[in-house]
DNA sequence: TTTCCATCGATTGTGCACAAAATGGCTTAA
DNA sequence: TTAAGCCATTTTGTGCACAATCGATGGAAA
């Protein structure tokens, strides 16, 4: 079992939201879980750590994070202000090609929506945004935004939204309207409504249960993972 | 000696441009330079690459990067795309004390180019950027937008602007004007040209010379992180 | 009964020793 | 003379054992 592994198998956990906020997650207990030495845990747990995506407290170990209402609000403002600069930057950089290609993924999302497919619903939608970002064609900007819209995925999976997820395909298509329309002023607008409007629609859930085991949710990813590596 | 002084050392020397491209930060060497264990630096080695600062290649160790061309245009680039967000969000949000404080900051600057206290009005250059990111109040943000200034920072140093450093105060006004007076559109395209312009003044020069030993840059670093740290 | 302190157990941090890998030099052959 | 391959040295990666630290539990005193 390779450290970029462990590494993969544990941020899908986190980011799918499949751990309990405050989940303490022991170095030897991995290490057990693993089969590995507990120095290759370490490491992989102190780098998920400066990833943000677990809190690594010195002396007291490494815990799943519990995003309370205010760190969701940071985590959307966020959003909304570097993806406003996406947006501004692709309004006068696309070319035909790109808006085609955003085209037709929009019509994917409305498709899924139209035949009642969740699961890819959701799925599109969290990579329209991923999509925007790597159109930019700048690494960094793509690295930024992967790693802000993967938080909201894991948030979104604590607070489940209630109704209408329903509405994000029109502001969606909204976007991409102003996007191919090269109004910069206008995409930025529509960009940072949406965000605004997700946010909004995100409820409060009772908290999660705790149901399997850490082992057992480990093990289906590490099937996962080893298996079909996506 | 702690690990934070070592990390806060290194990145220091690393961000002000003392180190040759390509220079390699040997664990034992910097151990025996520190007078610490190994395993100390390789953490701080690891944290410095996963921050961008240094390149860490597997059995090969830590190398400072050297920035070609295309990595400049890069990070100019995500500057204008994140930059240009951050402007947007404060032309709508910033309060009047805010608009004050800017404006003297701004002052400040034109004061230190009068002077022609060079030194001063670089870090004030730089720091205008930093607290435009600050006044959004957001730490993700902020953190976003350090990490890229200071990897300006660090380029400035490689490739030395040869005359109009001068140009800089204008355009640092003028994103204040257009942020002052609300206006979002003209705050981003004032933003968006401003980091273009500096993009454009950096010009190629000969490579830094290797000088002084990396143990006497550490030395200095160590005795100005130590008796007062900023 | 409550609060404070001390000791114990568990968990993380650190240094050391060994293993693995890569680079550079040296030898040899064409 | 040059190039290719092998060996040695240097440097990084890893596992293990011990040290340090934190939290909890239990007992004693007010």
């Given at each position: 079992?390779?450290?970029d592994?462990?590494?993969?198998?544990?941020?899908?956990?986190?980011?799918?939201?499949?751990?309990?906020?405050?989940?303490?997650?022991?170095?030897?207990?991995?290490?057990?879980?693993?089969?590995?030495?507990?120095?290759?845990?370490?490491?992989?747990?102190?780098?998920?750590?400066?990833?943000?995506?677990?809190?690594?407290?010195?002396?007291?170990?490494?815990?799943?994070?519990?995003?309370?209402?205010?760190?969701?609000?940071?985590?959307?403002?966020?959003?909304?202000?570097?993806?406003s600069?996406?947006?501004?930057?692709?309004?006068?950089?696309?070319?035909?090609?790109?808006?085609?290609?955003?085209?037709?993924?929009?019509?994917?999302?409305?498709?899924?929506?139209?035949?009642?497919?969740?699961?890819?619903?959701?799925?599109?939608?969290?990579?329209?945004?991923?999509?925007?970002?790597?159109?930019?064609?700048?690494?960094?900007?793509?690295?930024q935004?992967r790693?802000?819209?993967?938080?909201?995925?894991?948030?979104?999976?604590?607070?489940?939204?209630?109704?209408?997820?329903?509405?994000?395909?029109?502001?969606?298509?909204?976007?991409?309207?102003?996007?191919?329309?090269?109004?910069?002023?206008?995409?930025?607008?529509?960009?940072?409504?949406?965000?605004?409007?997700?946010?909004?629609?995100?409820?409060?859930?009772?908290?999660?249960?705790?149901?399997p085991?850490?082992?057992?949710?480990?093990?289906?990813?590490?099937?996962?993972?080893?298996?079909?590596?996506?």
């Amino acid at each position: 079992m390779h450290e970029d592994d462990i590494h993969l198998i544990l941020s899908r956990l986190i980011l799918a939201g499949r751990l309990p906020g405050r989940t303490k997650l022991g170095e030897h207990r991995l290490a057990d879980i693993f089969g590995v030495s507990r120095e290759r845990i370490r490491k992989v747990l102190h780098r998920l750590g400066h990833e943000r995506l677990i809190e690594v407290v010195k002396n007291r170990g490494a815990f799943t994070i519990a995003p309370d209402l205010n760190e969701i609000h940071v985590i959307f403002e966020a959003r909304r202000i570097l993806e406003s600069g996406i947006a501004a930057h692709l309004a006068e950089t696309l070319t035909a090609a790109e808006i085609d290609q955003l085209r037709e993924h929009v019509e994917s999302e409305a498709e899924a929506l139209r035949t009642g497919d969740r699961d890819t619903w959701l799925r599109l939608s969290a990579e329209f945004h991923h999509r925007l970002a790597a159109l930019t064609g700048n690494p960094i900007i793509q690295r930024q935004a992967r790693e802000l819209v993967s938080r909201t995925t894991m948030l979104v999976a604590f607070y489940e939204n209630s109704h209408g997820s329903q509405c994000g395909c029109d502001e969606h298509r909204a976007i991409f309207r102003a996007l191919s329309a090269g109004e910069r002023g206008r995409a930025v607008k529509a960009m940072s409504s949406h965000l605004a409007l997700v946010e909004t629609r995100l409820r409060p859930l009772a908290c999660v249960d705790a149901g399997p085991t850490l082992e057992s949710l480990i093990e289906e990813y590490k099937a996962e993972v080893l298996g079909a590596p996506a």
